[in-house]
């Protein structure tokens, strides 16, 4: 067990998240333990108290706690199983000397965390580093059930730039979605600002995001501002449509709940259209039944950014999950007749 200690940020460690750096530091760190430390005060930067995503910056001082020892070396992160290094390896998209993008599988969680396990984007990351020394890391996430395009960085100064780039909001993501009934206007923006419900059910799972009318954000408790683009691609008489959806701003949850919100939840949307519902029409439920899946009907589509060492515009794209591909094809949808950006003559 150590003692307390005081490390300082080095200049070339800023701008990055806090539980990514302390797991730099300290490998027997997980997900969990460094946000008990962060609820429970001790874990503190300059002084105050933190989250795990608050962002250190170089010269900054952080107060780490008494710390088990770390384990032995060949310990200290078990073995990939060949079954889950096949998987991860067969999800990358594209990848150059700085960049590895992944189509993310559905079901399979960006980092681990409260109630995520340990079989998670970021623990397989020993499988994609393709003859380099450090593993790639994480430069934003998808929620467990979206599927699409996940980008890492396979060095510290890539993923420092791809995160300003996020911060920036230069990088650009359309998401494609299945969405209970028909949205009036078919193109549109949702302005609803964003909180987090109280409580939560055992080990976090339970978290749910409220809509707050705009003009009430600033007057809300922990609501942030939130922003997203929609377009109708296609739809199934009153029942069911193909949105694209862009998330001007990065909330949790955000295009789940605002396309709740608009009446017209995300087929497969248990948490915020119901799980026991079947949609007849006119946006209500958020289960078509019959032979859809009731996974969630949400994914990455495609992202463009400025590679942060060609500068070069660079647009990826990721084929449809299995239970969405069947979906379509079921709709009569075809996702090669749609343009790759729908917005752009708006």
Partial sequence: MSGVQTIRVGDDEGEQRLDRWLR??????NQIAIEKLCRTGQLRVDGGRVKPASRVEAGQEVRVPPLPDAAPAAAERPSLRETDAEMIQAAVLWRDEHIIALNKPAGLPSQGGSGQGDRHVDGLTAALMFGYKDRPKLVHRLDKDTSGVLLLARTDRVARRLS???RGRTTRKIYWAAVAGVPSPRMGTVRFGLVKAAGHGRGGEGEKMICVHPARVEQTEGAKRATT?????DSLGSRVSWCALVPVTGRTHQLRAHMAELGHPIIGDGKYGGSGQENLGDGWGAQLGGEISRKLHLHARSISFDHPITGKRITLTAPLPEHMARTWKT????ENEMPADPFEDA
């Fill in 164 to 166: 300003e780039a996020f």
């Fill in 331 to 334: 709709l009569g949808w075809h």
């Fill in 24 to 29: 730099r530091k300290f490998p027997q760190l």
């Fill in 229 to 233: 683009d929609y377009a109708v691609l």
